[in-house]
């Protein structure tokens, strides 16, 4: 039997990790994969809490559904953003976009 | 440590890998491929917690859809031409971020009493499921269609090319 | 349980959807439908959904348990149906004139804001989260929807990036509150909240900040505010406008019914980190305000100095009244309209002249002496200026913040709207003693002038007659905090 | 008579709407409609100066009490009311402003430059002030303060003059944006003053009687009396946060610069007397010291300044700030006599700094230069203007039979009789600077030799001679028979001091 | 007596007309003034019949001559306006009317032409107005109301020729030097006030006896208050302004500087005296000793003096001088007589000096001498005028000056005295040189000579009037004259402090004064005679001392100084102060500060996104820790 709570640290693990992408990486579409990190860790949080804890009802379940699915619409229209800027700038490097400021 | 908890580590040990190797990579490609694997990982806790649907819907929508567009656009946006380094000059700063935040998850996880830890759902009834998912959640299951609507339209307006591009 | 599964509550929204693709279709096979036309439609679409919401005024029933229908929800919906009217109105000229495919304009607008009535009835977070999610992807598309603009690329992407970073971070608090209260619904995350807490505060908390953090993306708080001014100026002026009015006004109201409903057994424990965040957020936007010569992204700090005054309203809630809640709501309606003129009257130069420099103005009294008028309204009424909507919104805002303790946020609120009203005057001056670049007169617009004219009505209308709009901003808030109250965590005054 | 009173304000606000609905090609209408209305105000607060009955009490008369927001959150019955209502001590001060606006008007006769948008702020602005001396609510009374202060701003800036010196310039913008700025930097005080007295009253309303029924908590009323003294203090010139007002008044046009002088800067002390002292009787007891010292220092530091100065405009706001110091002193004595010429002066310098600023302008109309070393032997050509001019002059360096004696006389007594003898001893050596500046002035502009520069000035326009004239009038008839003024003005000062 | 209030209206009234419909009436109303002072003059009488018909022997019940009305009143504060007629009051309305109406007959003569002649007969019924509500006031606050309403007249009056820059300042001077006085008068009536608890005069005297007032207050207050008289009648060190006046029409001059306003320090302090005598008698110390250094300033500075007005407004600081010392001296009645007798030699002095300008159109002595053949009867007048003025027998002077000798000789140390003989010595040397450097010896300015003639008989007139008044006056301090005249007795039996005082008449004292009178005049032919050869010897043996008389003991320079290196230099380093310290340091500063905090805060919008995004994971964890450092 696993305890919940080794799902928990994997899960703050994942998070952490997604979380030094975004802040380290420079390139648009590695950070947009960051972020899809942190969303895997919620739904392993919401996965865990939903059958170790609330087993009657399935909410966490069905947030981890909701949310695989709008990770993937978020993936999209980023990826759709970063497309529209490399074609307009020639970079998809996020400090290289930085007309916009103070 | 039984077998179920040997299972848990390896998996857990390829997740952290695969998402290290995301964040970390010198190279973008590589770094995609660590995201598969981090993803089909992933999975592998999903099915450990017992949701065979959501690993199912985890490779299917990520290993399937997710990955090969985000490879789709390192190739148009040419990521592995760019000379300059992947990583931004705030990394000391994202590692300390990071490390704090996993400071106080962990704190979160561990020192939490968390209640009915024994009492896990051995699995989960896909019947059930749908009904909740179809008659409960109607209304955020349409909305995110709407989403994914929107996610549509604004991706496809936004990169496709206009007359005299 | 049984649930109620009456379709027919929705109402307002599926016109929303239906009137979203017709727009689209329309322009996708009507080729010869002037593109300002289209407004003209959304406009209708989104003035009928408001209409029809009023079917439920003083209704209290719900959808499913996720989606209230009350007053507050109501009052919302009608809210946000206007504000969307506003919206399709002030982009008419500037889509036909400025932007591609105006259909899926007008679409996304009225899809960002049946996102944003879902925000304000959801009594729920995943419903919540959802409809955040989708008024939120409109809106990125919408600020980088200026295709060969660079700005606007920017704006997107930072907005729509770090929207997805804020999101995780959203979504990862819930899932701590989820567990912690082992459901999603407001009512019973309150009722498990005000029992004993001491086994999983560290997880409460975390989750707690992180949905705070969430919220203060979204409505532009102080540190989470970056994204504000650079999607601001990125994004297309009417966008704009609606990012300010429909994004913040939807983000306030779920963060409102979310601190009001779920969390409001905790008010003793974030009390004062959310009065902190808010006296952070107004020195900051309001300081920053006067740096700016870009009257988009002065405008961008002077609503993240309205956050920090809105956030007020959220640090003084009690579980004994509905006050704080109804002086926050009538505070955003004022701020949402005094905005929204100030947007209409900024679209209106733009659309004459192309440019958005508050040097642009120069001269704009002689030029357009209407158009000058309202605009120094609208400010006048956000530095909360007496005869108009701000006055009276801000002084019931901050004596109910006082009436909780926080006299001191209050006495810092007072401050910073004071310097607010400094770079308000600069822009004043530019426009009244400038010299105009020429002299002529511009051609009025009645349309926009109309619409411009509409709105300065309503803040002359709180500002000097309250009494109407704040009877129903308080049967709104008073519906929301009942639910609240109706769940048994609210303890009654002693 | 209820009507009076929202009659009072509702003119200038018709007006203003009435000037919005005039195109602007038609600006002899503009100044038709804006006499008639002027005239209209000047009538009714001479009528509810008149009427005022006597009776003791809380001296409240005319009240008029609509409902505006009520029995909404924290608001219980009657939360906040549009209550007017005038006693002994707006009497006057209505009375006050109705002349300087009716005199303004003819002041302002010859303004062309978009004279329309100028009367429409002029008239906002006096409907403001008319607000505030009549609100018996402290929402409203807040309300109408802000809404006085705000139209200052366009004012100044547009109509206004900017003023060079040998090594620096004060322009315009420059005064109009400080003027703002440091009054609604006052009222951010005031403000938090309201919202802790409403708390601290629980009453669940902002009317002034109710709040002024309940008795404070002594450690609040210290806290909370330096809030509202700060803050209205600012707008009475209160030392030293008087800069906005020599900068203000000189940027100002004409019209505007008597208004504000004459009867804005009275709004600070009326806010004074009409909240922190009627609501906080112990804080006023414990922050009069500082006050009376604030006063002292500058009603002397204005006079010294005013000495110094060569543009007459400049001379005129000091002496502003000097005469207000005047008034905070009379305040700052709690006595029914000081309190009394502290009312008195406002009225009395409300006229004659009004006259001053009028004749200055009608000088600076002509010459276009305000430094009075450049004139000489004016009175030669100009003999009504320096007349006028010395009249106001002398009321304000306290020649008996006229206003400024009256009053200076009833602050002095009150100063010794509340035990600060060396204020009082300062206060009256302040006085006699005020004879050196103001005589010194008038030997250098108007007597002495004839400056031929000036051969071309006129005589003051009709207009002008009319408004000064008017002003003139109430200046003597104040020094002469103050009566009337007292018995109303004490009648008031007494139940505030609850003697 | 329910007339008086008349007396001082009907000026007030002719003022008012003539202010405002003057210059269409005839002549500019020239009569409606003379009028107006000529009825009061009258009334004079009335007044002063009824007076003797209420007064039991020669003790007189104040409260019958009170009268008045209520002007403000609330809770215990009230202020009456009334008057009062005593026989202090009654001197003084002799002698205001009197000599207002010689003035104003005379200058119908004199200021005929002149472009603003209505205006100048409107000011001096306004002044008229004032000094007599002045000498009628019953109480502090209408005294101190027509006091400041004399200074006014005499700005005006003064300032009368304001074309001329010396007039303006000088106007100016007189004002505002009397004003300084004025600071101790306002506040001793102040502080009388606060513990009486009211301005009556007379109730105040009764509550000083019954001693309401400690000592040293009351001896304070007395002291505020004769800052008042110091400036109102030109005592060092306040006396500079009169001089300077002189820059006035010369009638002007003879009213205000001589006969009226000067005296009305004097006036002050003689209706004061309960409250002096209840003093410590530092005050009275005070009085004399101020009275005594002006008496011998103003003298020895007469003697420099070369403006023929100069020198009699130095001998009216002279006189001013002495009637202090008598008023130190605890005697009203000799303050009085001297008062009534000095009002018309003095005013003579001024108007034939008047006539003697008017003729020449010079003042300055040294272009002055030998009228005495053209203009004989004004020589005359002059004559009778400087000599009852260096104290001959019998004229007014020798009487009233005899009188303060005496009483200085009875209650003063022999320094006292001993330069007040000294002064009336010098007082009749400069008396003398003046008349023989304008009347007698060559004249120095052959042109001026020429053309100098009488005046037409409406200034001779009064003139005449005067020197008749001058011989005269002086008797009244006889009891028989007095009794004659419808009174109890000499000036004595009707003017006094505690008591009447009977009519004595120490032989050495007038031999002694009349002494010294004679050896100035003799003193005053020796050196002045001819070519004046032994004055111009003795002014280069004792050079310092004549430069420093000559530069007015330096006084001028000195306040000339305090003025521009004090109060100036003050005044231009607080507006500096203001400027740059208050103004752009704290003003401007603490705005400066706003806008740069934003200036700094901006910088944190640096436009890159990772930024933006530490700064949201920075947040969340700051927040998160302090959550839990709150709650553990």
């Known amino acids: 039997m696993i305890p919940i709570e080794n799902f928990l640290v994997l899960s703050g693990i994942l998070f952490s990790i997604g979380i030094y992408g975004v802040l380290a990486r420079r390139n ?14 919620v739904s392993i949080n919401f996965i865990a809490f939903a059958v170790y804890l609330h087993p009657e009802q399935f909410t966490g379940l069905i947030f981890a559904i909701f949310v695989i699915t709008i990770a993937a619409a978020e993936v999209g229209l980023a990826l759709g953003i970063i497309l529209r800027i490399f074609r307009n700038k020639g970079t998809a490097n996020v400090d290289e976009v930085d007309m916009l400021k103070w | 440590m039984s077998y179920e908890e040997v299972i848990f580590y390896f998996v857990a040990a390829v997740t952290v890998l695969g998402a290290l190797g995301v964040v970390v990579a010198r190279n973008v490609v590589h770094s995609a491929l660590f995201l598969i694997l981090a993803l089909l990982a992933v999975a592998g806790v999903f099915i450990l917690l017992s949701a065979e649907f959501l690993a199912i819907v985890q490779i299917l929508i990520y290993g399937g859809a997710v990955t090969i567009l985000i490879l789709f656009v390192m190739m148009l946006t040419r990521v592995r031409d760019m000379p300059q380094a992947l990583d931004g000059p705030q990394r000391p700063f994202a590692a300390l971020a990071a490390g704090a935040f996993l400071a106080l998850s962990v704190l979160a996880a561990v020192s939490s009493d968390w209640p009915g830890e024994t009492e896990k759902i051995t699995v989960v009834p896909f019947r059930e499921l749908g009904d909740a998912l179809f008659r409960i959640w109607a209304v955020p299951f349409e909305v995110a269609s709407l989403v994914l609507l929107v996610a549509l339209i604004g991706a496809i307006i936004l990169a496709r090319s206009e007359e005299g591009e | 349980m049984e649930l109620n599964l009456d379709w027919s509550l929705l109402t307002p929204e599926y016109i929303l959807a239906g009137g979203a693709g017709m727009v689209v279709l329309l322009d996708l096979f009507w080729g010869r439908l002037r593109k300002d036309q289209l407004a003209y439609v959304a406009a209708a679409v989104a003035l009928a959904s408001a209409l029809t919401a009023l079917i439920w005024v003083n209704d209290d029933t719900n959808f499913a348990n996720l ?5 507050y929800t109501a009052l919302f919906r009608v809210f946000f149906g206007l504000i969307g009217v506003f919206a399709c109105l002030a982009s008419a000229r500037f889509v036909k004139d400025r932007l591609l495919h105006a259909g899926e304009y007008y679409g996304l607008i009225l899809l960002s804001v049946l996102g944003a009535n879902l925000m304000a009835a959801a009594s729920e977070l995943l419903t919540a989260y959802i409809s955040l999610e989708l008024l939120s992807f409109s809106l990125y598309v919408l600020t980088s929807y200026a295709k060969f603009d660079l700005r606007s690329n920017e704006g997107g992407l930072k907005y729509m990036l770090l929207g997805a970073f804020s999101s995780a971070i959203f979504l990862y608090g819930i899932g701590m509150i989820y567990g912690v209260s082992g459901s999603t619904r407001f009512s019973e995350i309150a009722a498990s909240l005000s029992g004993d807490t001491a086994g999983f505060d560290m997880a409460m908390f975390l989750g707690l900040v992180l949905i705070i953090a969430g919220l203060g993306f979204k409505v532009a708080a102080v540190p989470f505010h970056m994204w504000t001014p650079d999607a601001y100026e990125g994004a297309p002026l009417p966008i704009t406008a609606l990012i300010s009015a429909l994004g913040k006004a939807a983000g306030f109201a779920l963060f409102l019914k979310l601190f009001g409903q779920a969390f409001i057994p905790l008010v003793d424990d974030w009390r004062v980190f959310i009065a902190v965040l808010s006296a952070m957020t107004m020195a900051l936007g309001n300081l920053v305000a006067i740096q700016q010569r870009n009257i988009k992204r002065l405008l961008a700090y002077s609503s993240i100095g309205q956050v920090g005054f809105l956030m007020m309203g959220i640090a003084a809630l009690t579980p004994e009244n509905a006050d704080a809640a109804s002086a926050l709501v009538l505070h955003l309606v004022g701020y949402v309209i005094s905005n929204l003129a100030v947007f209409v009257a900024i679209i209106i130069y733009y659309n004459w002249t192309g440019k958005e420099e508050i040097s642009d103005f120069a001269g704009a009294a002689e030029r357009a002496p209407y158009l000058a008028l309202a605009l120094s309204i609208g400010f006048f009424s956000l530095s909360g200026m007496p005869l108009f909507a701000g006055f009276a919104t801000k002084f019931i805002l901050f004596q109910a913040a006082a009436e909780q303790g926080l006299l001191w946020l209050s006495s810092i609120a007072v401050f910073f709207s004071f310097v607010s009203l400094y770079y308000y005057l600069i822009v004043i001056k530019e426009m009244y003693l400038g010299k105009p670049a020429e002299p002529t007169r511009f051609p009025t617009p009645w349309l926009e002038y109309g619409a411009l004219t509409l709105l300065v009505a309503g803040v002359f209308l709180i500002g000097l ?30 | 008579m209820d009507w009076v009173l ?9 007006a203003v709407l009435v000037f919005m609905l005039i195109p602007s090609r038609y600006p002899q209408l503009v100044r038709n409609v804006a006499v008639v209305s002027g005239f209209a105000m000047f009538v009714l607060s001479v009528l509810v100066f008149v009427k005022y009955e006597f009776g003791g009490g809380s001296g409240l008369r005319f009240d008029l009490q609509l409902d505006w927001l009520e029995n909404v959150a924290f608001l219980g019955e009657n939360g906040i009311t549009y209550h007017l209502a005038v006693d002994g001590i707006s009497a006057p001060m209505v009375l006050l402003t109705g002349i300087v606006i009716f005199a303004g008007v003819f002041i302002s006769w010859n303004i062309d430059y978009r004279n329309k948008d100028y009367f429409v702020l002029l008239f906002l602005l006096v409907s403001g002030v008319f607000g505030v001396f009549l609100s018996l609510d402290l929402f409203f009374l807040f309300f109408f303060y802000e809404v006085a202060v705000l139209p ?33 930097g006052g009222s951010v005080l005031i403000f938090i003053g309201i919202i802790a007295t409403f708390m601290e009253a629980g009453q669940g309303t902002f009317d002034l009687p109710v709040l002024g029924a309940v008795t404070y908590d002594e450690n609040f009323q210290k806290a909370v009396f330096p809030l509202f003294a700060l803050g209205f203090g600012i707008l009475a010139g209160l030392w030293p946060f008087h800069t906005w007002s020599p900068d203000g008044h000189v940027a100002a046009p004409t019209a505007v610069s008597m208004l504000h002088a004459g009867v804005l800067m009275k709004l600070g002390a009326f806010g004074i007397l009409r909240v922190a002292i009627t609501l906080f009787p112990e804080g006023a007891e414990f922050w009069a010291p500082v006050l009376m010292t604030l006063g002292v220092t500058g009603a002397l530091y204005g006079a010294v300044s005013a000495m110094a100065q060569r543009d007459l405009k400049y001379m005129v706001g000091y002496s502003s700030v000097s005469h207000m110091g005047f008034v905070l002193m009379g305040l700052a004595t709690l006595t029914t006599i000081g309190v009394n010429g502290a009312v008195l002066q406002m009225f009395a310098h409300g006229v004659m700094t009004a006259l001053m600023f009028a004749m200055v302008g009608a000088v600076y109309d002509q010459a276009h230069v305000r430094d009075m070393t450049l004139f000489g032997g004016l009175a030669q050509k100009t003999p009504r203007l320096a007349a006028f001019f010395a009249i106001a002059g002398l009321s304000s360096l306290g020649l008996p039979g006229l206003a400024g004696f009256v009053a200076e006389f009833h602050i002095f007594v009150g100063t010794f009789r ?31 030799p004839f400056n031929e520069r000036w051969a071309g000035l006129k005589e003051m326009r009709l207009g002008e001679q009319f408004g000064g004239a008017l002003l003139i009038v109430f200046i003597v008839f104040m020094g002469v028979w103050p009566a009337p003024f007292i018995d109303r003005i004490s009648e008031s000062v007494e139940f505030i001091l609850r003697v | 007596m329910e007339e008086a209030w008349l007396i001082p209206a009907l000026p007030a009234a002719a003022f008012v007309i003539l202010l405002l419909f003057g210059k269409y009436l005839p002549r500019h109303g020239d009569w409606l003034a003379i009028g107006a002072i000529a009825t009061s003059f009258v009334l004079f009488f009335f007044v002063l019949a009824d007076l003797l018909d209420d007064m039991v022997g020669t003790e007189f019940d104040k409260a019958l001559g009170q009268s008045g009305i209520e002007w403000v009143s609330f809770g215990d504060f009230e202020l009456r306006l009334g008057f009062q007629v005593d026989q202090l009051a009654i001197v003084m309305l002799a002698v205001v009317t009197f000599i207002t109406l010689m003035v104003l007959v005379y200058s119908t003569g004199y200021m005929k032409g002149d472009p603003r002649y209505g205006w100048y007969f409107a000011a001096i019924s306004l002044f008229a107005a004032a000094m007599l509500t002045l000498v009628l006031a019953d109480n502090f606050l209408l005294l101190y109301a027509a006091w400041e309403g004399v200074g006014f007249g005499s700005y005006l009056l003064i300032g009368f020729w304001h074309e001329k820059r010396s007039a303006t300042e000088a106007a100016k001077k007189a004002f505002i030097t009397t004003r300084i006085g004025d600071v101790g008068l306002l506040i001793g009536i102040i502080l009388l006030w606060r513990e009486a608890g009211t301005f009556d005069m007379s109730e105040i005297f009764e509550f000083a006896e019954s001693g309401g007032y400690s000592s040293e207050y009351l001896t304070m207050a007395v002291l505020f208050l004769f800052a008042g008289a110091v400036g109102k009648s030109a005592q060092f060190p306040l006396h500079v302004w009169l001089p300077d006046a002189m820059e006035g029409p010369t009638p002007v001059s003879a009213l205000i500087h001589a006969a009226t306003m000067v005296v009305a320090g004097v006036y002050l302090v003689a209706r004061l005296m309960p409250l002096f005598a209840a003093a410590d008698p530092i005050a009275l110390n005070v009085v004399t000793a101020i009275g005594l250094t002006t008496v011998m300033m103003s003298a020895t500075m007469g003697l420099v003096a070369t403006d023929i007005k100069r020198v009699i407004a130095y001998s009216t600081i002279n006189s001013l001088g002495l009637m202090m010392v008598a008023l130190g001296s605890l005697s009203v009645s000799a303050a009085m007589l001297y008062l009534f007798a000095h009002s018309f030699f003095k005013a003579l002095l001024f108007l034939s000096a008047g006539s003697v300008i008017h003729a020449t159109e010079r003042q300055e002595v040294s272009e002055l001498g030998g009228l005495a053949r053209r203009m004989p009867v004004t020589a005359a007048v002059f004559a009778v005028g400087a000599l009852s003025m260096a104290g001959i027998v019998p004229l007014a002077g020798f009487w009233a000056k005899d009188e303060i000798l005496n009483v200085a000789g009875d209650s003063q140390n022999f320094v006292v005295y001993g330069f007040l003989m000294l002064s009336v010595f ?4 400069y008396m003398t040189r003046v008349v023989i450097l304008t009347f007698l010896g060559e004249p120095r300015d052959r042109e001026a000579h020429q053309h100098a003639h009488d005046a037409e008989p409406v200034m001779t007139l009064p003139l005449l009037l005067l020197a008749g008044l001058t011989v005269m006056a002086g008797f009244v301090v006889f009891d028989g004259v007095g009794e004659a005249l419808g009174f109890p007795g000499g000036i004595g039996e009707f003017v006094f402090l505690e008591g009447p005082e009977a009519f004595h008449f120490p032989w050495d004292v007038a031999v002694l004064s009349t002494l010294s009178a004679v050896a100035g005049l003799a003193g005053g032919f020796y050196f002045w005679s001819g070519a004046a050869e032994p004055a111009r010897r003795a002014g280069e043996l004792f050079r310092p001392a004549y430069e420093i008389l000559k530069r007015k003991f330096f006084m001028d320079d000195i306040y000339q100084w305090a003025i521009d290196r004090v109060v100036l230099a003050a005044g231009g380093v607080i507006a500096w102060f203001d400027r740059n310290v208050v103004n752009d340091t704290g003003v401007d500063g603490s705005a400066r500060l706003g806008v740069f905090a934003g200036f700094g805060m901006k910088f944190l919008e640096t436009g890159k996104l990772p930024n933006y995004a530490l700064a949201i994971v920075t947040g969340v964890i700051v927040l998160a820790i302090v959550f839990m450092v709150v709650r553990v």
Do not use: C
């Open chain 1, 28 to 41: 648009a579409v590695l950070i947009i994969m960051s972020v899809e990190l942190m969303l895997q860790a």
């Open chain 3, 465 to 494: 007659y309250p009494q109407p709009v704040f009877d129903i901003v308080e049967e709104g808030a008073v519906a929301m905090m009942a639910v609240a109250e109706a769940a048994g965590t609210v303890t009654a005054p002693p």
């Open chain 5, 426 to 429: 010098i007082t009749a040397l």
């Open chain 4, 152 to 184: 200052m701003y366009l004012l100044i800036a547009v109509w206004g003059a900017s003023s060079h010196f040998g090594t620096f310039t004060r322009t315009k913008e420059y005064a109009a944006m400080k003027l703002v700025l440091y009054l609604v």
């Open chain 3, 67 to 71: 989606i209230d229908i009350d007053n």
């Open chain 4, 6 to 14: 929202f009659a009072l304000i509702a003119i200038p606000v018709g």
């Open chain 4, 418 to 448: 509340a035990g600060y003898e060396w204020a009082g001893v300062l206060g009256i050596l302040a006085a006699a600077i005020t004879a050196t500046y103001i005589l010194r002035m008038l030997a250098m502009a108007f007597f002495g």
